[in-house]
């Protein structure tokens, strides 16, 4: 039966920045997919966890600032502790800084690059070596942006680090397909989150950018969970080094 390849039943993931936004719902789809979820987050994700309490799912709740490299261990340690093994990995966390690029400070370029690519990529060797360790392949899913494609205004480093993460997406794909490990990537369009709220908030930024998708409206939380269930499924098992665009159309314009 072809849904059953959809069926996440007893994986564990890891979602990273899962206490809103994003993260939050791809946490709760892959719950609802079946999936035992960690959550990575550098404050308690409240919303998130009385979310899965309601629904019945299973949460452990880990904290770590993803803009440092030195609680990966510890993050792969307790999930081990709790679960005694990781299926799946979404480096979800990510942050923006806009300036101009003639102004653009190195600490706004190194934070951005720290939290969007430095960790995502050492995350995910963590990860994949337990895969290896495990002889059951597993799933890495980098959540990417339309800026792995495009330029961006005034967010140089944000540009940088997504170009940089659909960049090592096919790197590490490269040299793990052979170890059934999937790594590939998610691309979200214009979202409504806290990510994009300034850009919301800028009324003649967001009729622009309305007007170029043809979809005709922001995308939400919730239109990332399919295409995340589905990248984490066997249904995806062939799909290596590859990142889908979830924009309303943005890309195809
Ligand atoms: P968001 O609401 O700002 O969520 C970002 C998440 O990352 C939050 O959970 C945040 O935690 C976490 N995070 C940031 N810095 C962290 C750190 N140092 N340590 C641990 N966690 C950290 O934004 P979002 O829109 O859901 O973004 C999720 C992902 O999608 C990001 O990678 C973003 O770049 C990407 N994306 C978003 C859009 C969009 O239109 N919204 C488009 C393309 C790509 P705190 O709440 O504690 O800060």
Known sequence: MILESFNLQ?????VTGCNTGLGQAIALGLAEAGCKVVGVNRSAPVQTMEKMEAAGYEFLDLRADLIKQDG???IIKETLQRFNKIDILVNNAGIIRREDAFDF???????????????????SQAVAKQFIAQKQGGKIINIASMLSFQGGI????????KSALMGITKAMANEWAKFSINVNAIAPGYMATNNTTALRA???????????????RWGTPEDIAGPCVF????????????????????LAR
């Open 105 to 123: 400070s190195e600490e706004n370029w190194d934070d951005v690059m720290n939290v969007n690519t430095k960790t995502a990529f050492f995350m």
């Open 202 to 216: 800028d009324e003649a930024r967001n009729t622009a950018i309305l007007e170029r998708i043809p979809a005709e």
């Open 72 to 74: 990966i261990a510890d």
């Open 154 to 161: 005034r967010v140089p480093s944000y540009t940088a680090s």
């Open 10 to 14: 007893n994986k564990v993931a890891i």
């Open 231 to 250: 990248l984490a499924s066997e249904a995806a098992n062939y799909i290596h080094g590859y990142t889908i665009a979830v924009d309303g159309g943005w």
